[in-house]
């Protein structure tokens, strides 16, 4: 031992004994393992075999879910991307460049009910049929608060009913009590007189997408993507009957499951409950 500044000791070690460790060959490391984790794996197995498009975040948020509900402590996301990577769960790397400009516009509400998004998107089945789906978001809180499906064009009619659909939703009235946002696109239904007269008598503030922006409405492209990528393509779609048969438990399991980045990792029923 020598005695350094402080009077604190410090152990001397020979040149020889460092010169061997650096010219020992590295160990390589194993992968790394906790008992508990054979505890863990079933609950991530079922889960990703239930939604198998679910990244590890989504996974850890309904994983906690479930240990919530049995009283367990909670885990974090690194320990089940570790499991999920040792049994080989985790999904295909993302490397898909994407094309077009970047949208700096402000979509999120930061309170619900101050702007409600609309979009329709296309389902097409085996058969041929092309469903189309109308629907419409809150910025905030994510909630489909309203859709409604048709195997013909989007009419501006489904629009008038989907906007006193969401005042009900939200309000229990066919009047909001304070002026809410309409985003959507230019679309025929959405610019029709009769949306208009149907947007000004329920108190709704129509607003339009720039032309070929599709980024500007970014939370109702984002829930398109959503719905096709963690629902339809899950799905065998024979037909249109299937299609609209199987619609209300998406929307439903969309509004109460679905972990969302945005509501840091609650579904939207979940945040409107914390939010209330």
């Known amino acids: 031992m020598v005695r350094g500044k402080g009077g604190r000791r410090h152990a001397r070690r020979g040149r020889s004994h460092l010169a061997e460790r650096l010219s020992r060959p590295a160990q390589p490391r194993g992968p790394y393992r906790k008992p508990e984790d054979a505890q863990l794996l079933p609950t991530i197995r079922a889960i990703v075999d239930a939604r198998p ?18 009283g367990e402590a909670s885990v974090n996301a690194k320990r089940v991307l570790r499991i999920l990577q040792a049994n080989g769960f ?6 898909a460049h994407r094309p077009g400009r970047t949208h700096d516009g402000i979509v999120v509400a930061l309170r619900s009910n101050v702007r409600w998004c609309s979009d329709h998107l296309e389902l097409r089945c085996r058969d041929g049929a092309v469903v189309r789906v109308l ?5 905030c809180d994510r909630e489909i608060m309203a859709w409604s499906a048709t195997t013909t064009g989007v009419s501006a009619e489904m629009v008038c009913d989907l906007m006193i659909a969401c005042c009900e939703r939200r309000f229990g009235a066919t009047k909001t009590p304070h002026p809410v946002e ?11 007189k009769a949306t208009a007269q149907t947007a000004a008598a329920l108190g709704l503030r129509l607003l339009f997408t720039p032309v070929r922006s599709p980024q500007s409405n970014g939370i109702a492209e984002a829930f398109v993507k959503t719905l096709k990528r963690d629902y339809a393509r899950l799905a065998i779609l024979a037909d249109a009957e299937t299609v609209m048969r199987l619609l209300p438990a998406w929307f439903e399991d969309y509004n109460t499951i679905h972990p969302h980045s945005g509501l840091r990792m609650l ?10």
């Open 267 to 276: 579904s939207p029923r979940e945040y409107l409950s914390r939010s209330a």
């Open 135 to 139: 629907f419409a978001i809150d910025a």
């Open 53 to 70: 498009s679910y990244g590890y975040r989504r996974v850890t948020a309904l994983v906690n879910r479930a240990l919530r509900s049995r």
């Open 182 to 192: 309409w985003l959507s696109d230019n679309g025929s239904a959405y610019i029709a």
């Open 90 to 95: 985790t999904l295909a790397p993302h490397t």
